[in-house]
């Protein structure tokens, strides 16, 4: 009766080391989101011109994620969880010195890969380490990120504005370095979890036959055309509205401060959504809580875009904490979609829904800035969170299509 014990204690410390990276990892993806509209001056661009740089930035980082999550699907990739950050660091430290937008696009498209080489695996080894309570283990994964998420936009704002130039991004990273050596020693001696199997995978078992992505996808393509379309349209939003935020507020004369400040109130909502799911979400209402958080998160977006101040502050708080606590879900129920190919899973929620997203929003931010309407885009991410709930219906529960019993393709 001790084996299983014996066996969730290590599983639970590596969970921990991963919580640890995530915040790192995130912490420093993020501290990118403040500076666009600085960015943009420092190479003498017009407002909104460096939007097709940013597009091309999300769309690399969500894209190298479905190359990281099918090659970790067939090798062993577990050295980026560490080994991808560092390079995102030293990437991100040029950004305060350069002059030419393709020069910028090149870093930003380097810094994102390595970020995105982190997450397939580190999202999968994550959920392995409570394979019974994925979910859960997702939540608190995801939470870290979040907080991450909120701590990067404070901190670059502050920085920045104190110092009055983005040089200062270069050495106020470096402390990454030696927090990610310490994540590198914490994993180890991690095991690794088997496609299609809930049994350990160690590297003495090197002649397992690795699924191909066919396989991975038979019977399953409906269901995660379907999920990874509810996917985008809910990341719309979340990355939409921190963004179209950093330059109607420096349109209005704030400082990078104060745009750090309303990044963060998002994203901290975020963290505070995923820990609700933590908590409280069950396999029972995976379904429910696809569909219904989006459709409520619908009332605060569409009112982010009439409100100032403190109100505004509060309420994109809570549009992020409606979003935030369908993401966790969302993940894990498409590992369980896939579970033989659970990295090329996590790649396509962390991934590939991201990068479509990046796409939608940053192109609606460019065009009705250039109209002249940016304070009208809420309206847009409010009708994707309603689009995003609609889109929903009819997935069937994960645990009926886990089941060997259970018919594909209803």
């Known amino acids: 009766m001790k084996q299983p014990h014996a066996v969730t204690s290590p599983l639970l410390k590596i969970l921990g080391v991963l919580i640890f990276a995530h915040l790192i990892v995130d912490w420093i993806a993020s501290t990118v989101v403040p500076i666009f509209p600085d960015l943009e001056r420092q190479m003498a661009l017009g407002e909104g011109g460096f939007i097709i740089g940013y597009i091309i930035w999300r769309v690399v980082d969500s894209g190298s994620q479905m190359v990281f999550g099918y090659l970790g699907d067939r090798f062993d990739t577990s050295r980026m969880i560490w080994l991808g950050p560092c390079i995102s660091v030293v990437a991100y430290s040029f950004l305060g010195f350069v002059t030419s937008p393709v020069v910028a696009t090149i870093v930003l498209m380097i810094g994102g890969a390595g970020i995105a080489a982190f997450h397939p695996e580190a999202a999968v080894m994550a959920g392995s380490s409570m394979p019974n309570a994925r979910n859960r283990a997702m939540a608190l994964f995801a939470l870290a990120g979040y907080i991450g998420q909120s701590i990067g936009p404070f901190y670059a704002g502050r920085l920045t504005a104190a110092h009055g130039n983005l040089k200062v991004l270069g050495w106020s990273t470096v ?102 799911c933590a908590l409280f979400v069950g396999p029972k209402i995976e379904r429910f809580i696809l569909w219904f958080p989006p459709l409520l998160a619908a009332i605060p977006v569409f009112a982010v875009g009439s409100v100032t101040g403190f109100n505004q502050l509060l309420i994109i708080g809570v549009a992020g904490a409606l979003l935030g606590c369908t993401l966790p879900v969302f993940i894990s129920y498409a590992q369980r979609m896939m579970p033989q190919g659970q990295r090329l899973a996590s790649s396509l929620t962390m991934g590939f829904s991201w990068g479509v997203a990046s796409i939608i929003s940053g192109l609606a931010v460019k065009f009705l800035m250039a109209s002249g309407n940016l304070d009208q885009i809420f309206w847009f991410f409010g009708i994707c969170c309603i689009l995003c709930s609609i889109v929903c219906i009819g997935l069937p529960n994960a645990t009926d299509v886990e089941s060997p019993s259970a018919t594909s393709g209803k």
């Open 175 to 276: 402390w990454a370095i030696p927090a990610l050596a310490i994540v590198a020693w914490g994993i180890r001696n991690r095991p690794r979890a088997h496609p299609g199997s809930s049994a350990d995978e160690h590297d003495d078992q090197p002649t397992i036959k690795r699924p191909g992505l066919r396989e991975m996808l038979k019977d399953r393509e409906r269901i995660m055309v379907q999920v990874v379309a509810s996917g985008a349209l809910r990341i719309v939003p979340i990355l939409g509205v921190p963004l179209a935020i950093s330059y109607i507020l420096k349109a209005a004369g704030e400082t990078n401060a104060s745009i750090g400040d309303f990044q963060s109130a998002f994203m901290f909502g975020l963290g505070v959504g995923g820990m609700f």
